[in-house]
């Protein structure tokens, strides 16, 4: 079992089965074959985990369409203590399912997961503009709910795997707008940070002092003055005030790092409040750049340490 997720005996993830977080935690050993608990819903997934009734949460984060998952993001920046340890990205392909027999022609519903829908705008103008929306809980929820419909003009959109699951039939293939479709997921869990990989990624969110001109800029000039790489610069509201936001931020390197920390450090004292969302394995290796700065830092630390050892000497 891999040290970042340690004796994991029971996984919470949004079902029902053939959802496409099914497919991406399947793709992790350890995770495949913990126990499963199915959620009907992001928010319960992370609740379940919060309240101690499972030792890991499975969530879809981002989408390389629609961009954050919100319902997720939110809970974990305004509601939760949890920590992810792991990302995972999977290609996404999406598939319009109906019952044996059905054809294009009579489809008048069509129903799905709304970001799963949404990331088929095109295809469902182009083709079924007629045809009416209906949200479900997730893709495979919208499959499950279209075999036990046995309603021939509704279709739903899905994965092979429900498709497979609940006895459907392919009407048409991968209709996302965008064949480079991927989703990213993280497992998170309270209290626990994995050790550095060497190949890392830190997550915070920073509430910035909103009555100083140029805080932001003051932010990103700390990540620039040490050569660290930022992968997400994202803003979300904080729920307090119209105009209020806060500032996710995913960069290259680990809370272990000497670099990183003194940059956090540094953000702490002069700009604003961080919440620590994790430190974890990246999916993509980071870039030599961030271990070359790391290593100048170093030095650099070491020559002003030795500057300083000479205070009050002869």
């Known amino acids: 079992m891999t040290d970042h997720v340690r004796s994991t005996s029971q996984v919470a993830y949004l079902g029902p089965p053939g959802t496409f977080t099914e497919q991406a935690l399947l793709t992790q050993s350890d995770l495949a074959a913990a126990d499963h608990l199915l959620c009907r819903s992001i928010p319960e997934v992370l609740e379940t985990v919060a309240a101690g009734r499972a030792d890991l949460g499975f969530t879809a984060i981002e989408n390389s ?11 974990l920046i305004f509601e939760h203590g949890l920590l992810i340890q792991r990302e995972v990205i999977i290609d996404v392909h999406l598939h319009l399912l ?23 705008r095109r295809y469902l103008a182009d083709n079924l503009s007629h045809a009416e929306e209906v949200a479900a809980n997730s893709t495979a929820a919208a499959a499950q709910d279209l075999a036990d419909s046995g309603d021939p003009t ?10 497979e699951l609940y006895g459907l039939e392919l009407i048409a293939a991968d209709i ?34 909103s ?22 610069l994202e803003s979300r509201p904080t ?12 960069l290259e390197g680990h809370i272990g790092d000497s670099l990183v920390a003194d940059c956090l450090t540094s953000i702490v004292a002069k700009h604003g409040e961080v919440k620590f969302l994790g430190a974890y394995p990246a999916t993509r290796p980071s870039q030599e750049q961030h271990q070359s700065a790391a290593s100048a830092f170093a030095d650099a630390r070491e020559w002003v340490d030795g ?3 000479q205070i009050g000497g002869a």
């Open 176 to 209: 996302a707008d965008h064949p480079e479709n991927q989703t990213r997921f993280v497992a998170v869990a309270p209290n626990r940070v994995p050790n550095p990989t060497g190949q890392d990624k830190t997550s915070i969110v920073v509430f910035q002092h």
């Open 65 to 75: 369409i629609e961009g954050t998952v919100n319902v997720a993001l939110d809970a």
């Open 307 to 309: 500057l300083r050892r």
């Open 239 to 250: 729920k307090k005030a119209l105009g209020d936001y806060c500032f996710l931020i995913d």
């Open 154 to 163: 509704t279709a739903a959109i899905g994965t092979a795997l429900s498709q």
């Open 211 to 232: 009555d100083r001109s140029g805080s932001l800029m003051g932010i990103l000039a700390e990540f620039a003055a040490r050569s660290i790489n930022l992968t997400k």
């Open 98 to 120: 109906g019952l044996r027999g059905a054809s294009m022609e009579e489809i008048a519903r069509v129903i799905s997961f709304p970001t799963a829908t949404a990331q088929c």
